[in-house]
Protein backbone atom coordinates (compact mmCIF):
# COMPACT_ATOMS: atom_id res chain seq x y z
CA UNK A 1 0.00 0.00 0.00
CA UNK A 2 1.37 3.71 -1.28
CA UNK A 3 2.26 5.54 2.28
CA UNK A 4 1.09 8.41 1.12
CA UNK A 5 -2.72 7.60 -0.19
CA UNK A 6 -4.43 7.60 3.45
CA UNK A 7 -3.40 11.57 3.74
CA UNK A 8 -4.02 12.75 -0.02
CA UNK A 9 -5.61 11.75 -3.28
CA UNK A 10 -4.24 14.43 -4.96
CA UNK A 11 -0.74 13.42 -4.37
CA UNK A 12 -1.25 10.09 -5.63
CA UNK A 13 -3.06 11.34 -8.99
CA UNK A 14 -0.12 13.63 -9.47
CA UNK A 15 2.67 11.15 -8.94
CA UNK A 16 0.68 9.04 -11.70
CA UNK A 17 0.89 11.91 -13.92
CA UNK A 18 4.25 12.09 -13.39
CA UNK A 19 4.99 8.48 -14.19
CA UNK A 20 2.68 8.80 -17.42
CA UNK A 21 4.51 12.19 -18.20
CA UNK A 22 7.88 10.39 -18.50
CA UNK A 23 6.38 7.64 -20.01
CA UNK A 24 4.94 10.49 -22.70
CA UNK A 25 8.60 12.02 -23.16
CA UNK A 26 10.11 8.92 -23.32
CA UNK A 27 8.06 7.70 -26.87
CA UNK A 28 8.43 11.43 -28.42
CA UNK A 29 12.33 10.92 -27.56
CA UNK A 30 12.42 7.85 -29.41
CA UNK A 31 10.46 9.19 -32.34
CA UNK A 32 13.35 11.90 -32.54
CA UNK A 33 15.80 9.42 -32.49
CA UNK A 34 14.59 7.51 -35.45
CA UNK A 35 13.84 11.01 -37.47
CA UNK A 36 16.25 9.44 -39.79
CA UNK A 37 15.17 5.89 -39.86
CA UNK A 38 13.83 4.70 -43.36
CA UNK A 39 9.78 3.33 -42.60
CA UNK A 40 9.80 4.63 -39.33
CA UNK A 41 6.14 5.29 -38.27
CA UNK A 42 6.07 7.71 -35.01
CA UNK A 43 4.67 6.52 -31.82
CA UNK A 44 1.83 8.44 -30.15
CA UNK A 45 1.24 7.39 -26.04
CA UNK A 46 -2.29 8.72 -25.13
CA UNK A 47 -3.28 8.49 -21.89
CA UNK A 48 -5.77 11.75 -21.33
CA UNK A 49 -8.64 9.84 -21.73
CA UNK A 50 -8.32 6.69 -19.82
CA UNK A 51 -7.03 9.34 -16.54
CA UNK A 52 -10.00 11.52 -16.78
CA UNK A 53 -12.20 8.57 -17.46
CA UNK A 54 -10.69 7.10 -13.68
CA UNK A 55 -11.01 10.48 -12.11
CA UNK A 56 -14.73 10.95 -13.20
CA UNK A 57 -16.06 7.75 -12.67
CA UNK A 58 -18.65 7.91 -10.08
CA UNK A 59 -20.86 4.91 -8.38
CA UNK A 60 -19.89 1.70 -7.94
CA UNK A 61 -17.43 0.12 -10.51
CA UNK A 62 -18.62 -2.98 -11.55
CA UNK A 63 -17.24 -6.26 -10.17
CA UNK A 64 -15.28 -9.06 -11.96
CA UNK A 65 -15.95 -12.75 -10.55
CA UNK A 66 -13.24 -14.37 -12.63
CA UNK A 67 -9.95 -13.75 -13.44
CA UNK A 68 -10.78 -13.96 -17.86
CA UNK A 69 -13.54 -11.42 -16.92
CA UNK A 70 -12.94 -8.16 -18.85
CA UNK A 71 -13.03 -4.85 -17.38
CA UNK A 72 -14.55 -2.07 -19.22
CA UNK A 73 -12.44 0.46 -18.19
CA UNK A 74 -10.19 1.57 -15.27
CA UNK A 75 -11.72 1.35 -12.09
CA UNK A 76 -8.92 3.37 -10.61
CA UNK A 77 -6.27 5.99 -11.38
CA UNK A 78 -3.96 2.74 -10.45
CA UNK A 79 -4.90 1.09 -13.28
CA UNK A 80 -4.34 3.92 -16.00
CA UNK A 81 -1.70 2.74 -18.61
CA UNK A 82 -2.62 4.46 -21.68
CA UNK A 83 -2.04 2.83 -24.92
CA UNK A 84 0.60 3.52 -27.92
CA UNK A 85 -0.46 4.01 -31.23
CA UNK A 86 1.68 4.09 -34.97
CA UNK A 87 0.60 6.49 -37.16
CA UNK A 88 2.44 5.70 -40.64
CA UNK A 89 3.65 8.33 -42.80
CA UNK A 90 1.17 9.22 -45.21
CA UNK A 91 2.87 11.49 -47.75
CA UNK A 92 3.56 8.36 -49.83
CA UNK A 93 6.97 10.26 -50.85
CA UNK A 94 10.70 10.02 -49.65
CA UNK A 95 11.37 7.27 -47.38
CA UNK A 96 8.27 6.52 -45.65
CA UNK A 97 9.62 8.07 -42.49
CA UNK A 98 6.45 9.81 -40.58
CA UNK A 99 8.48 11.72 -38.00
CA UNK A 100 8.04 15.61 -37.93
CA UNK A 101 10.85 16.91 -35.99
CA UNK A 102 9.03 20.09 -35.82
CA UNK A 103 6.19 18.22 -34.12
CA UNK A 104 7.84 15.93 -32.17
CA UNK A 105 9.45 19.13 -30.67
CA UNK A 106 6.91 20.85 -29.76
CA UNK A 107 5.05 17.81 -28.27
CA UNK A 108 8.04 17.57 -25.89
CA UNK A 109 7.98 21.03 -25.28
CA UNK A 110 3.90 20.63 -24.32
CA UNK A 111 4.58 17.56 -22.50
CA UNK A 112 7.76 18.91 -20.52
CA UNK A 113 5.67 21.91 -19.62
CA UNK A 114 2.77 19.51 -18.43
CA UNK A 115 5.29 17.48 -15.96
CA UNK A 116 6.96 19.95 -14.91
CA UNK A 117 3.41 22.01 -13.79
CA UNK A 118 2.37 18.29 -12.05
CA UNK A 119 5.81 18.13 -10.49
CA UNK A 120 5.56 21.40 -8.92
CA UNK A 121 1.43 21.09 -7.80
CA UNK A 122 3.33 17.84 -5.90
CA UNK A 123 6.30 19.95 -4.19
CA UNK A 124 3.38 22.32 -2.71
CA UNK A 125 1.23 19.55 -1.81
CA UNK A 126 4.24 17.95 0.35
CA UNK A 127 5.11 21.26 1.77
CA UNK A 128 1.83 21.72 3.04
CA UNK A 129 2.12 18.24 4.57
CA UNK A 130 5.69 18.88 6.10
CA UNK A 131 3.90 22.39 7.53
CA UNK A 132 1.49 20.69 9.14
CA UNK A 133 3.89 17.82 10.78
CA UNK A 134 6.04 19.83 11.90
CA UNK A 135 3.10 21.67 13.61
CA UNK A 136 2.78 24.94 11.75
CA UNK A 137 6.53 26.13 12.40
Same mark, same amino acid.
Given at each position: ? !? @??? &??? *? ?11 ? %?? +? =? ?7 ? !? @??? &??? *? ?6 E???S? %?? +? =?T???L ?23 R ?5 G ?19 E ?17 K ?7
Open positions: M !N @ALR &PFD *ANIHLLSKVLDLR %AE +N =QNIIGSNIA !N @AET &PGY *APARFNFQELQ %AI +N =QGMPATSQPGHIALGPSHIDNVTGTITEPDQTIGDANGVSVDEEMLLLSENLLYETAAQLLKKKLGVMYVISGGE
